[in-house]
C-alpha cells in the first residue's frame, strides 16, 4: 500500500511539474511574441520621430522649393499656382452668390447674400453630400452631370425666388479641390486627379467649361463666373473676416496651402496684372519631397499600392485619406508577426477600411476599457483583444498622429518663412523686422474634428517659431469657409449684374 502511494505522489509530482513547464513555456512564448510587438511600435516611434531640428530643416527646404517654384516652371516639386486673384473681400461685396465645392470625399452646394457689410454676411442655404465612389472613377461626362442635376434640384427647392421681373445674371463660383492650372480668375486646365480620383480623359481640360456644358445642357441659366482651390476660398473667407490673414490651409481628406504674395516675387510670371501688387499663390504643397521627412516602411507600401505612386509624398503623410491605412499597416503587421490579436482577419488586409475618424475616435476614448477601442477592432475582424493591447492601438494612433501634425505644423512655418513673418526677416527687404500680426486661416475635418491633431499642430508650430514670435501668429478654424470664401471672392470680382439682395 505504501508503495503504491509513493507511485501515485510520483506520478502527480511529475504530472504538476510537467504542466508547470508548460505553462512556463507558455507565459515565455506570450512574453517573446509582445517583445517582437514592442518591438515593431519602437521602430515605428524612432521612424516617425519629428525633432525640433528636423522640422526647422524642413521648414527651410520648404521655403527654398517655395522660392524655385516662383522663378520657374518646373522648378520645384511645389507647384506654386497662380490664381489671378490679388483682391480680396473686404465687406463691401453685395448681391446674392452660389458656389458648388467638389472636394475629395463631398461636394457642398451653397447660397449667400451679402448686404455691403461684414455684418451682414448670410449664408442661405447649405447642402452637403458624400461623393459615390463610383463617380471617382467614371467619366467627366457622368461626374459633371452628377453635380449639374444636383445643383438644378437645389435650386427647384427655391421655388418662385428666381421668378424675376427684370433679366438677372445667376453667378455661381466653382470651388474645386484638385491641382488646376488657372488662365483667368474663371478658367483653368486640370493638372492631375489626386484623392483617390480617377478620370484619365479630364487631364488638361478646362475644368469651369465642363461644369458649364453639364449645366447648359440641362438649361439652366447659371454662369460659372470662377474657379476656385479651396484654399483660395479658405484665404477669402479668412481675410473678409479679418484683412491680417495672409494664408490659408486645408486639413481634410487631402491637404494643401496658399498664401498672399508680392507680384514682383513671382519671376515666372513676366506681367502680372494686379492692381494691388500681390496675388494669391496656390502651393499644391501635397506634392513636397524633402529627404528630411520621416518616412517609414508603412509610407513606403501606402504609396506603392496606391494610384498615384511616386506622388503626393507630402500628402500621404498628413492628409485625412491616408492616416488611417498607415495606422491599419501597422496593425496588421504586428498581427502578422504575432497573435496577439488573435487570427489575421481578412478586413484587416483590406487598404482604407480603416477611416481616419475611427483612428481619432481610438485615439481620444477615455473610458477606463477603452470600449471605443473595442468596438473599431471588432469592426476590423479583432475581437476580444485584452485592455493592454488596446493600449498598444492607441499608441500606435498617437505615432502616426503626432508626426503629421508636427509636419504639418512645419509646412505652415515655411510659409511664414518664406513671407518673412517667422522672426527670422527672410522674404523681405526690411533689415530689422518688425513683428505683425499674422492669421493663418485653417478648415477641413482633420483639424476641426481631431482634437489630438489639433493640439500637436498647434503645439509644434509654436516650439518652431518660438514663444515671442508665436504671440504674433493666430491659427484661426473656420468650418465651411472654402465654399463662402470662393462665393464672397466672386462677389468681390463681380462686375455683372447679379441677383439683387432682399
Request: hydrophobic letters at 40%; glycine letters at 8%; one cysteine or more.
Amino acid at each position: 500500500m505504501g508503495r503504491v502511494l509513493v507511485m501515485l505522489t510520483a506520478a502527480a509530482a511529475v504530472v504538476a511539474c510537467s504542466v508547470a513547464t508548460a505553462m512556463v513555456r507558455r507565459r515565455m512564448k506570450g512574453r517573446r511574441k509582445w517583445r517582437r510587438v514592442v518591438g515593431i511600435l519602437k521602430d515605428l516611434e524612432e521612424a516617425c520621430e519629428t525633432p525640433l531640428g528636423r522640422l526647422r530643416q524642413m521648414v527651410d527646404a520648404i521655403a527654398v522649393e517655395m522660392q524655385a517654384g516662383l522663378v520657374s516652371e518646373g522648378g520645384s516639386k511645389l507647384k506654386m499656382l497662380l490664381t489671378f486673384v490679388d483682391d480680396l473681400p473686404n465687406g463691401s461685396e453685395r448681391g446674392t452668390y452660389y458656389a458648388l465645392h467638389l472636394g475629395g470625399s463631398y461636394f457642398r452646394i451653397i447660397k449667400v447674400q451679402l448686404g455691403g457689410q461684414r455684418s451682414s454676411l448670410e449664408v442661405q442655404d447649405v447642402e452637403r453630400h458624400s461623393i459615390p465612389t463610383s463617380l471617382m472613377n467614371s467619366t467627366s461626362e457622368v461626374l459633371f452631370d452628377f453635380l449639374a442635376s444636383s445643383l438644378q434640384r437645389f435650386i427647384e427647392k427655391e421655388g418662385n425666388d428666381f421668378n424675376l421681373s427684370q433679366p438677372v445674371k445667376r453667378e455661381l463660383a466653382f470651388t474645386f479641390s484638385f491641382p488646376v492650372k488657372q488662365t483667368s480668375i474663371s478658367s483653368g486646365v486640370l493638372i492631375k486627379w489626386t484623392k483617390g480620383f480617377a478620370i484619365s480623359e479630364m487631364a488638361g481640360e478646362d475644368i469651369a467649361e465642363c461644369l458649364q456644358g453639364a449645366l447648359n445642357k440641362r438649361g439652366l441659366d447659371i454662369r460659372v463666373a470662377s474657379l476656385v482651390n479651396d484654399t483660395v476660398g479658405a484665404l477669402s473667407f479668412g481675410h473678409f473676416h479679418d484683412p491680417d490673414t495672409i494664408a490659408a490651409v486645408v486639413f481634410g481628406t487631402g491637404s494643401n496651402a496658399c498664401y498672399l504674395e508680392r507680384t514682383d516675387a513671382i519671376i515666372k510670371c513676366q506681367n502680372p496684372r494686379t492692381t494691388s501688387g500681390s496675388m494669391v499663390v496656390n502651393m499644391e504643397w501635397g506634392n513636397f519631397w524633402s529627404s528630411r521627412l520621416p518616412r517609414t516602411s508603412y509610407d513606403l507600401e501606402l504609396d506603392a499600392e496606391s494610384m498615384n505612386s511616386n506622388d503626393m509624398g507630402f500628402e500621404k503623410m498628413i492628409g485625412g485619406m491616408y492616416l488611417g491605412d498607415i495606422v491599419r499597416r501597422v496593425i496588421l503587421r504586428m498581427s502578422q508577426e504575432s497573435d496577439i490579436f488573435g487570427p489575421i482577419s481578412s478586413i484587416l488586409s483590406t487598404p482604407f477600411v480603416l477611416r481616419t475618424n475611427s483612428v481619432s475616435a481610438m485615439h481620444e476614448d477615455d473610458t477606463s476599457e477603452l470600449q471605443e477601442v473595442a468596438r473599431i477592432l471588432k469592426d476590423l475582424g479583432v475581437s476580444e483583444v485584452p485592455l493592454k493591447v488596446r493600449k498598444l492601438v492607441v499608441k500606435i494612433c498617437d505615432v502616426v498622429t503626432r508626426r503629421a501634425a508636427r509636419l504639418a505644423a512645419a509646412g505652415i512655418a515655411g510659409i511664414l518663412k518664406k513671407v518673412g513673418r517667422d522672426g527670422s526677416g527672410g522674404g523681405r527687404r526690411s533689415d530689422k523686422q518688425i513683428m505683425r500680426r499674422t492669421v493663418v486661416a485653417v478648415e477641413g475635418g482633420l483639424y476641426l474634428n481631431y482634437r489630438m491633431f489639433r493640439e500637436y499642430m498647434d503645439e509644434a508650430l509654436r516650439d518652431i517659431l518660438g514663444e515671442d514670435v508665436a504671440q504674433h501668429v493666430v491659427v484661426k478654424a473656420m468650418e465651411d469657409g472654402s465654399s463662402i470664401g470662393s462665393a464672397l471672392l466672386l462677389a468681390s470680382s463681380q462686375s455683372v449684374q447679379t441677383i439683387p439682395s432682399v
